[in-house]
């Protein structure tokens, strides 16, 4: 009769502990996917962001108008940051990328005219919009022209749209195979089970009764995956931090919640769902059927 039971408790650890790796293993995954998704979020905003449209200003302009002019192009609520550019900077700049002065081949005029750099909020940054805004610049006094490069804005723009569909198919596909794993798992852990489910039918306990216990279990084990997910997930994530310092950039504190977060529902609520599924499926079979799986 001890060894029977001793068999027995070896089974149930067993199973937990195969319960445990697979729904953190899965977990991981699922954590990598939302890390990627919101990693991939930033990483957008902060290209978009970092587009340049540079205002070429007239020649005449003197440095108190175009002081004037930054301004007022400051106020503007689509802006984020702005860098003025005189024509003396412009000449030192090109000298440098020259490697010889050019206005001792002009007569000692400057032939670079000022500029102002502009950074747009990461919602603005498209064609139509920057379209539009160009426009509106080009009002301004003093301004001769607005350049950006339209084929790098489109390029972004396209590359970012085509990640993010491919990291929504694979989180949905994720998903699904997720909930498959851990409710195949959980399903031959409460397997062993079903002739105990079926006693406590017989002498009278109701389903809610029956189901409690391996609803606690299942909570317990989502939250015991989740947490040796997280931590996985973090020393992956220090690592990636030692291996690039920048990715602080992009992998922020919200990102790290948000992917904590999504990890610890996954986990209880995917292993709660399977374990009532499973033992509902136990308690509407007959004692027959029983022995037929």
Not at 163 to 180: D, E, G, M, R
Not at 192 to 221: D, E, Y
Not at 247 to 252: C, P
């Amino acid at each position: 009769m001890g060894k029977r039971r001793n068999k027995a408790g070896k089974r149930r650890n067993f199973h937990g502990t195969t319960l445990l790796i697979s729904t953190s293993m899965v977990l991981i995954l699922l954590g990598m996917v939302v890390l990627t998704v919101f990693t991939a979020r930033n990483l957008s905003a902060y290209a978009k962001e970092n587009l340049t449209l540079t205002m070429i200003l007239l020649p005449e302009t003197s440095s108190q108008e175009a002081q004037q002019l930054c301004a007022q192009v400051k106020r503007l609520p689509y802006i984020t940051n702005i860098n003025y550019i005189s024509k003396d900077k412009s000449l030192a700049e090109g000298t440098k990328e020259l490697g010889a002065d050019p206005t001792e081949f002009i007569g000692g005029e400057n032939p670079f005219t000022a500029s102002i750099d502009l950074q747009l909020r990461a919602e603005y940054a498209n064609n139509d919009s920057i379209r539009w805004i160009s426009k509106r610049l080009k009002q301004y006094k003093n301004v001769a022209d607005v350049d950006y490069r339209k084929e790098l804005v489109e390029s972004v723009n396209k590359t970012l749209q085509q990640i993010s569909l491919v990291l929504l198919v694979l989180a949905a596909l994720l998903t699904v195979v997720s909930f498959s794993l851990i409710n195949n798992t959980i399903r031959l852990s409460i397997y062993s089970r079903r002739f105990s489910i079926h006693t406590m039918k017989l002498v009278g306990a109701s389903w809610g009764f029956i189901r409690r216990p391996f609803i606690r279990k299942a909570v317990a084990q989502g939250l015991l995956s989740a947490m040796v997910a997280m931590i996985v997930l973090g020393c992956g994530i220090y690592a990636l931090y030692y291996w690039e310092p920048d990715m602080i950039k992009f992998i922020d504190r919200k990102v790290l919640a948000f992917t904590a977060g999504a990890v610890l529902v996954a986990g209880v609520l995917i292993t709660t769902l399977c374990a009532e599924f499973s033992v509902n499926k136990f308690l509407r079979m007959k004692a027959g059927d029983l022995y037929k799986i």
